[in-house]
């Protein structure tokens, strides 16, 4: 496997379908602070391509890649997972950043237990509605509000 610049192995992945983020928007705007040099692309899904860590050639995952807006990316195998099976590519490449925030907010920061009344704001948008996921998953109540009918409706 090749290694990064610090050394550790990185796994090389065909990109197949790729999540943008407003975070994209801002880093090719130019708008976000710090990282004016990085590329854009962050959520992405495709085929393991040279093998690293866990990952074997050929397995089709899904994670974090920084610079991933392209046909091939490099990134350490910690940050990237086997999809299941009836997953697709671009339904893959849409979740990272959105559920690992809300993972992360609620069961990592807030350590919401079961039985809490959780508020989610703008709860039809990316994170809102992998947060009504997760906090489904901890056993939580979620209590929503979104935009108008539309969004509504979609809850």
């Known amino acids: 496997p090749a290694a990064s610049n ?6 090389a992945v065909r ?8 975070r994209d928007l801002l880093v090719v705007l130019g708008m976000y602070p710090g990282a004016e040099h990085e590329p854009p692309g962050g959520d992405c899904a495709g085929v393991v391509v ?12 899904f994670g974090l890649a920084p ?5 091939l990316v490099r ?16 339904h893959a490449a849409s979740m990272p950043t959105v559920f ?6 609620f069961a990592d920061a807030a350590k919401v237990c079961q039985g809490e ?7 039809a948008g990316g994170v809102g509605l992998a947060s009504l996921q997760v906090l489904r998953q ?15 409706s979609l809850l």
């Open 15 to 22: 990109v197949h379908a790729v999540g943008l983020n407003f």
């Open 138 to 152: 901890l056993g939580a109540h979620a209590v929503a509000t979104a935009g108008g009918p539309p969004k509504r």
């Open 100 to 105: 690992m925030t809300a993972h992360m907010a």
């Open 75 to 90: 990134c350490s195998p910690e940050t990237l997972v086997e999809m299941p099976p009836q997953l697709s590519y671009e």
């Open 50 to 61: 040279e093998a690293a860590g866990a990952l074997e050639q050929g397995t089709r995952v």
């Open 6 to 11: 610090s050394g550790a192995p990185e796994a």
């Open 67 to 71: 610079g991933c807006l392209g046909t």
């Open 117 to 123: 009344r959780v508020l989610v704001h703008a709860a």
